[in-house]
């Protein structure tokens, strides 16, 4: 079997670039445990190798960075053993946000090129990373709400740094977003054309590197910013930016029933304005609740206690059989016809939601980051 990931160690100077390289394209390189070890030993093994001073992260394909999640082996996990434990899915979280918090973390300069569909899990390394590019076939969406999840691997932490309500509106309607959108919301950097990837390599290896990291962010920054400019005419149009009045308005309500109700009755022709209502109306509106939550919850928290809460969340989550159902109708049976629990949000009760953001476990897994 040929490998899921492929690791090289690129001459660069006098050091090295280490590139990990996503290779499941059949899959659009959906992340498994597997991967997810597989990254996690080899960013441990280079943060302690002196000749590695950057790490270049891509995939291969044109069509996708990282579509998300292996979704249907969490939904096999989960419908295995109804109310948990849910071995593998949880075994999954708890790793897969170990190898994002790493990733935030990271001491060297990590290039990603989100190149094609970023979403889920795909986005969370991307957003982990300190130096994200996305070129003009990026396509960026969480739309963990059309299958009773919610925008984890570190959602809670990004989401909740973009302006105004731009956060809150993705993260209840799964809205796709493009490159320009991903640059004003601060989940990417630069912005890159894919004709020049092959240059921005050679660039990144023809750098002279330091022994220092920080220096070494700096030389990043200059190997990248010709070619940015560069693609400034390639950039598209965005849709968060031009929307954001419209955006602010729909989130300010007395709740988040009233937030739900006003995305859900809105009247337009706009096409991107009507997907996202269309979303959120037929995804799950238990999940609805839980997504608004989290982010309430999480608004002022660490980056490490946002992995913590987002594992607990996604545990309890996975758990309960709105997840299975919602995989099922989407992404199993594919008949897009969810039988969710709750028709509307005011009909959860609200012991019911509270279950969700409670400990299931005496010791939580990410209790030791640090």
């Known amino acids: 079997m040929s490998a899921l990931v492929l690791f090289e160690e690129l001459t660069a100077g006098a050091g090295k670039v280490g590139r990990a390289t996503l290779s499941v394209e059949a899959t659009l390189n959906s992340l498994t445990l597997e991967m997810v070890d597989l990254l996690q030993q080899q960013l441990d093994s280079w943060l302690v190798d002196d000749d590695i001073r950057a790490v270049f992260i891509d995939a291969a394909g044109e069509k996708a960075f990282c579509a998300g999640g292996d979704v249907q082996a969490l939904h096999a996990s989960a419908v295995a053993t109804p109310g948990g434990p849910c071995d593998y899915a949880e075994v999954f979280f708890a790793r897969e946000y170990r190898m994002n918090y790493t990733l935030h973390t990271y001491p060297k300069p990590i290039i990603c090129w989100g190149h094609g569909i970023v979403m889920g899990g795909g986005l969370g390394v991307m957003a982990g990373c300190s130096h994200r590019i996305v070129t ?33 509106f993705l993260a209840l309607t799964g809205a796709s977003i493009n490159a320009s959108d991903a640059l004003y919301t601060g989940i990417a950097d630069r912005f890159i054309a894919n004709e020049h990837k092959a240059a921005v390599l050679d660039a990144l290896l023809s750098t002279t590197y330091s022994n220092e990291a920080d220096t070494n962010h700096g030389l990043v920054n200059a190997a990248l910013r010709p070619f940015a400019a560069a693609s ?97 109708a989407l992404l199993i049976d594919k008949d897009r016809n969810p039988a969710w629990t709750f028709a509307a949000s005011r009909d959860v009760p609200e012991d019911l939601l509270a279950g969700f953001f409670t400990s299931p476990w005496d010791s939580n897994p990410l209790a030791d980051l640090s």
């Open 232 to 328: 400034e005419s390639d950039k598209p149009e965005g849709q968060v930016e031009p929307h954001m009045a419209v955006i602010n308005q729909l989130c300010d309500g007395d709740s988040i029933h009233d937030v739900i109700d006003q995305i859900t009755a809105l009247d337009t022709d706009d096409s991107w304005l009507s997907r996202a209502r269309d979303s959120l109306a037929q995804g799950s509106k238990l999940a609805a609740l839980w997504i608004a939550r989290q982010l309430w919850e999480t608004r002022h928290a660490s980056l490490r206690e946002v992995f913590q809460a987002e594992v607990q969340l996604a545990t309890n989550v996975v758990r309960y059989p709105e997840f299975a159902e919602g995989v099922r």
């Open 136 to 168: 003009e076939r990026t396509r960026i969406a969480m739309p963990e709400v059309t299958i009773a999840l919610f925008p984890d691997v570190g959602g809670s932490w990004f989401l909740n740094h973009m302006p105004g309500e731009a956060g809150l």
